[in-house]
């Protein structure tokens, strides 16, 4: 059974809304590696929200259908949300750590 067409619009449009939004300051992040246990903030942050977009589906599905995803409804999330799965790395990028770089002493 496909998804309902109002609640693929509702998607794309939170995604493309997270997209736009202002970023949480970077001085959480520190909290957030202890809290969660994560060394990559940027990877944590971009798995939790393509989570939420399934949870905010399936809770649709569930409250509208009174029943689960169907594995083909699964799918088709996954579908909408890959087309910006690039602007969301890169959204996410922003917490990234920058890389030190060493610099070499000359020989004598």
């Given at each position: 059974?496909?998804?309902?067409?109002?609640?693929?619009?509702?998607?794309?449009?939170?995604?493309?809304?997270?997209l736009t939004?202002?970023?949480?300051?970077?001085?959480?992040?520190?909290?957030?590696?202890?809290?969660?246990?994560?060394?990559?903030?940027?990877?944590?942050?971009?798995?939790?929200?393509?989570?939420?977009?399934?949870?905010?589906?399936?809770?649709?599905?569930?409250?509208?259908?009174?029943?689960?995803?169907?594995?083909?409804?699964?799918?088709?999330?996954?579908?909408?949300?890959?087309?910006?799965?690039?602007?969301?790395?890169?959204?996410?990028?922003?917490?990234?750590?920058?890389?030190?770089?060493?610099?070499?002493?000359?020989?004598?």
């Amino acid at each position: 059974m496909p998804l309902d067409r109002d609640i693929k619009e509702l998607l794309e449009t939170v995604i493309e809304n997270d997209l736009t939004a202002p970023k949480v300051p970077k001085k959480r992040v520190p909290k957030l590696k202890r809290v969660w246990k994560c060394d990559h903030a940027h990877d944590f942050l971009y798995g939790h929200r393509a989570g939420y977009y399934k949870g905010l589906a399936e809770g649709l599905v569930l409250e509208r259908h009174k029943r689960e995803l169907t594995e083909d409804e699964d799918n088709e999330i996954f579908e909408i949300i890959e087309p910006y799965t690039r602007g969301l790395r890169q959204y996410f990028a922003y917490y990234k750590e920058k890389r030190r770089t060493r610099r070499h002493k000359p020989a004598i």
